[in-house]
């Protein structure tokens, strides 16, 4: 098992780094140049020249990209300039490693952006997670077992209905008339824990984490019953009908441990996808998280935040399938044994 | 003096968009202590159903069950569901064909048969898995203290069915169906199964239903034998009246189409041509008409208009068949015989 997950790892840290090449040459791919961008509207075209070397976007693609996984072994200087280190030390911002690369429009390093925003991201899935899992599983089970009745038709025409709201537009209507327009919660600022304490966090938390959880919960609904009813069916529930269990025991311990199994899977997924920045409703929210910052850097073409979220990401659902993969074989004994 | 399992114009019936299943129409039998019933006929025949339905396995929102069953005196069909589920799998208990998919993937062989013992018993988990340890060793498992922890799939097929068994007779049921308990297995095990079962019958002295398309497996077991088609018995008799002289053109193919490897390699299998009739739309008159290949003996069109009576046969009153043909016996022995057994012929001759 340890050496299925040092090979998967070890697997996903060269898909990782194929994944920061592809990022590199497709932003130079654009026309945009990216030294106009952090020098300004004003600056002349030796201004930009200038900017462009200091920040070393002049140098050849593949020569930039080597420096980059330098950065990320070793650690770099920015500007990495030996003079201006010696004249003026108080310029250069040093970057240890992991270094991911340093935001000129920020004026910070791409790790202290994501430091700042990946607790804010982190929390709204987090909120959004509990709500839509419990939910999702709990109404997708209430659907199964009631299957073919008004409960069950109902239940399954919401979370169609639900499903198809856009999440700007749940958003907005949560903030607007929640919040703003009757008055029943505060209207929402992120609050961290060790700022404001559990309560506050948890407080600010509600109206995105709900946002959220509408979504997926209507999606995780529809898999819940549909697992759930395919495990109704299956020979073993049969056998342990026959056996005179109650159909409460059926139900949870029979049919209910086959049909969640799939749903491992999923939520590991869709939660690492999540954690790296839910983009829409962190700008509804204007919740500083990390789908705002790539939504920023992106408008900015911030090319070194970009990445940086980028390998973030990927490196958030390579391990999210390492986890689902080794928790399978913890449900799962056939994946165990052999 | 009714006896101990006695099944009353069973019908097991399935609404659906396109109309009624009538995937059992009106079965009825008998079966004593001790004895053992084989209940034979191709797949979609509704053994398995009429099977179910005595265990009231059937939910009430798919299927609609009507009829009698009595066991014991007491009609199955008239209890509560929860007086039903009391009852299921302590006095009738269910071997099911393919032991892989019936067992639970994710919990221990032990876990699962000692689960189907404490429904029943207010015993500790303790009591429970020794005495699932028991039940392992009496269907012969080898080292049944430490296979009990095993999961299903690190079993044999013969093993898993061995402890299908288990399970089921672990409650001492007064009553076992088996349906199809060797279909899944290779041969040498079908036969170590069907003994293992034999002695534990004789053991537990349980009422048996073995439901099978395996005539071998009828003329090994089966005392009373019940051919099935299109949810009704088309013939009924003891093992030996069904399997030396049917006189039901349906069970003459079943028996043509078993192999024989001890005959001569030229003589040829015969199956019965087309396929099991639809259960929705089931064909006018016996059922078995379009497939038949001895109609041209019956007058007229009795067999598309009439559906027979389950009459007494030409030779004994306990023989029971559902044909129109005049004279069965005769035909089987002189057309039908010759074609399945030709040696067996010529010896008598």
């Known amino acids: 098992m340890l050496a299925y997950v040092i090979r998967r790892m070890f697997v996903g840290v060269i898909m990782l780094i194929v994944m920061s090449l592809v990022t ?76 991911f ?54 239940i399954v025409a919401i979370a169609l209905v639900l499903y198809a709201f856009p999440a700007f537009f749940i958003g907005l209507f949560l903030l607007k008339f929640v919040a703003i327009k009757w008055q029943l919660v505060d209207v929402p600022v992120y609050s961290p824990i060790a700022e404001g304490g559990v309560g506050m966090w948890l407080t600010s938390l509600l109206l995105p984490g709900i946002t959220l959880a509408v979504l997926y919960m209507a999606g995780y609904v529809r898999m819940t019953r549909a697992f759930v009813l395919e495990s109704m069916g299956e020979d073993y529930v049969r056998t342990a009908r026959a056996k005179g269990l109650k159909s409460r025991r059926v139900l949870f311990k029979h049919s209910m441990r086959a049909a969640l199994t799939p749903l491992v899977t999923l939520v590991g997924l869709d939660f690492a996808g999540l954690m790296g920045g839910a983009i829409i409703t962190e700008t509804v929210f204007n919740y500083n998280g990390l789908g705002k910052l790539a939504i920023d850097a992106n408008n900015t073409n911030d090319l070194p935040t970009i990445i940086g979220l980028v390998l973030l990401l990927g490196t958030f659902v390579i391990v999210a399938n390492i986890i689902v993969d080794v928790l399978y074989a913890v449900i799962d004994p056939r994946v165990r044994v052999g | ?51 179910s339905a005595i265990l009231g396995l059937h939910r009430k929102t798919s299927a609609i069950v009507s009829g009698e069953i ?72 080898p080292q049944p203290d430490r296979r009990v922890d095993d999961y299903p799939h690190q079993f044999s097929g013969g093993m898993r069915q061995r402890a299908m068994i288990a399970m089921g007779l ?13 279909t899944a297995l290779d041969v040498t095990v079908q036969a170590q199964i069907l003994d293992l079962l034999q002695d534990l019958q004789k053991e537990f002295e349980s009422a048996v239903i073995i439901i099978t398309h395996d005539l071998g497996v009828i003329a090994e077991m089966a005392d009373d034998v019940l051919v099935m088609y299109a949810g009704r018995a088309v013939e009924v008799g003891t093992g030996k009246e069904i399997l030396t002289h049917p006189e039901m053109p349906y069970t003459w193919g079943l028996l043509s189409s078993v192999p024989d490897v001890t005959g001569d390699t030229d003589s040829r299998l ?59 016996d005769a035909i089987f022995e002189q057309e039908v015989l010759p074609e399945i057994a030709p040696d067996l012929v010529e010896e008598q001759r």
């Open chain 1, 101 to 154: 690369g340093y935001s000129v429009v920020n004026t910070k390093t791409v790790n202290t952006l994501m430091k700042e925003a990946f607790p804010v991201s982190l929390s709204i899935s987090l909120a959004a997670l509990v709500l839509w899992l419990f939910f999702g599983v709990l109404f997708g089970v209430i659907a199964a077992v009631k299957r073919g009745t008004i409960i069950d038709r109902g």
């Open chain 2, 270 to 328: 015969i199956p019965i041509p087309g396929n099991p009739p639809s259960l929705l739309n089931p064909p006018s008159g016996c059922a078995f008409h379009p497939r038949c290949t001895h109609r041209d003996k019956v007058p007229g069109d009795l067999c598309v208009t009439t559906l027979p009576d389950l009459v007494p046969g030409t030779r004994t009153e306990t023989h029971l068949k559902r044909c129109h043909l005049a004279n069965p």
């Open chain 2, 170 to 182: 672990i409650n001492n049921p007064s009553l076992l169906i088996a349906d199809e308990p060797t």
């Open chain 1, 24 to 99: 590199f040459v497709l932003f130079f791919a654009s026309p945009i140049d990216p030294g106009r961008y952090a020098c300004g509207k004003n600056c002349s075209a030796a201004q930009i020249k200038q900017t462009n070397k200091s920040l070393g976007y002049d140098k050849p693609v593949i020569v930039q990209w080597t420096d980059f996984l330098q950065g990320v072994v070793k650690g770099r200087d920015y500007p990495d300039d030996p003079e201006l280190r010696a004249a003026a030390p108080q310029l250069v911002t040093h970057c240890p490693a992991p270094c």
């Open chain 2, 1 to 51: 003096m009714s006896s101990f399992l006695s099944v009353r114009d069973l019908k097991v019936h399935f609404p659906t968009v396109d109309g009624i299943v009538k995937a059992t129409d009106g079965l009825s039998f008998d079966l004593e202590k001790g004895k053992t019933l084989g209940i034979v006929g191709e797949s979609g025949s509704g053994k398995s159903v009429s099977s």
């Open chain 2, 70 to 141: 009595l066991l014991d005196g007491t009609d199955l069909l008239k209890l509560s569901d929860e007086q039903m589920r009391r009852r299921r799998g302590k006095d009738v208990a269910m071997i099911f064909q393919d032991p892989l998919s019936a067992m639970h993937p994710y919990y221990t062989v032990g876990n699962q048969i000692g689960e189907a013992y404490r429904v029943h018993h207010n015993v500790s988990k303790k009591a429970a898995r020794a005495r699932s340890i028991e039940m392992l060793d009496r269907v012969g498992i």
